[in-house]
């Protein structure tokens, strides 16, 4: 089993910039190494969405069209941490976001929220205009 707690969600003025982090739990045979990560958003009212894959080592990633070139993801697996720098804020930002863990990455693709097999509970960004 693998447990996903975010963090650092927060409230913060258009253009400015904030950092997720999403800390796994993992059971005896579990390794934090052996997963994709990603991060998904889900706005008021909305369905959910992607927003940023990273595969096992760190080594690729991808993005959705509407961050790509102001979100950045990385991971430390020693730490089992992944995070979201996200730069360049704008109120169509505002989400609550999730991470989620999964077996599979897809290079140049976006992936299906299905495919992964744990999820955080999420946490709140909310961007000032």
């Known amino acids: 089993q693998v447990q996903l707690v975010e963090s650092g969600g927060g409230l913060v003025q258009a253009g400015g910039s904030l950092t997720l982090s999403c800390t796994a739990s993992?059971?005896?045979?579990?390794?934090?190494?052996?997963?994709?990560m990603a991060w998904f958003r889900q706005a008021p009212g909305k369905e959910r969405e992607f927003v940023a894959t990273?595969?096992?080592?760190?080594?690729?990633?991808f993005y959705a069209g509407s961050v790509q070139g102001r979100f950045a993801v990385f991971r430390n697996n020693i730490g089992k941490t992944v995070y979201l720098q996200m730069n360049s804020l704008t109120p169509e930002d505002t989400a609550v976001y999730y991470c989620?863990?999964?077996?599979?990455?897809?290079?140049?693709?976006?992936?299906?929220?299905?495919?992964?097999?744990?999820w955080g509970q999420g946490t709140q960004v909310t961007v000032s205009s």
């Open positions: 993992t059971a005896s045979g579990y390794n934090f190494d052996a997963y994709a």
């Open positions: 989620a863990a999964g077996h599979i990455f897809l290079p140049n693709r976006e992936p299906n929220a299905d495919s992964f097999l744990y």
């Open positions: 990273i595969i096992w080592n760190g080594k690729e990633t």
